[in-house]
């Protein structure tokens, strides 16, 4: 099988990002995350990268792209979010402070949105003082419907 220029830029950018973050290159993180990336500003779910991963690398396991996933998302290099009926989803964790932000998903359509973090004001604080809950908002995404569905019924 060939490899793309699209495909080898993905993996050059995938290498380097192990390594700013000090993890070690293998042939699985790069192919998860790669695949990560050409989503570009999707976010793909577990199931997706796998399918992903399986089309560009027929030797990578099914249990190593679960485990590779989780360990990127605990050194920092993924992050994820869940959606709705349980999915999980990831993107690559951008420079701060450009990688802080919330998620939304239609509950249409099912496309998830980034919004910026300051879009529930003083919210944190308000639940926080009220009940000593500590909120984290960028671990799950907020429900609602996008501008196209909105538009859609609106007719």
């Given at each position: 099988?060939?490899?793309?220029?699209?495909e080898?830029?993905?993996?050059?950018?995938?290498?380097?990002?192990?390594?700013?973050?000090?993890?070690r290159v293998t042939k699985p993180r790069v192919a998860v995350l790669s695949c990560v990336l050409a989503a570009g500003g999707d976010h793909?779910?577990?199931?997706?990268?796998?399918?992903?991963v399986a089309l560009r690398n027929a030797g990578v396991h099914r249990a190593t792209v679960y485990r590779t996933l989780d360990g990127?998302?605990?050194?920092?290099?993924?992050?994820?979010?869940?959606?709705?009926?349980?999915?999980?989803a990831y993107h690559v964790v951008e420079p701060a402070p450009v990688h802080e932000h919330l998620h939304a998903q239609c509950a249409g359509c099912g496309r998830v949105v980034d919004l910026p973090p300051e879009i529930l004001g003083d919210?944190?604080?308000?639940?926080?003082?009220?009940?000593?809950?500590?909120?984290?908002?960028?671990?799950v995404a907020l429900s609602g419907y996008c501008k196209d569905c909105v538009a859609q019924h609106d007719h």
């Open positions: 099988m060939t490899v793309s220029a699209r080898q830029s993905l993996d050059a950018r995938a290498e380097a990002l192990l390594r700013a973050a000090g993890q793909p779910s577990a199931e997706e990268v796998l399918n992903q990127l998302a605990a050194a920092g290099v993924l992050r994820h979010v869940h959606l709705d009926r349980g999915l999980t919210t944190a604080d308000r639940v926080r003082k009220i009940s000593g809950f500590q909120l984290d908002a960028s671990h």
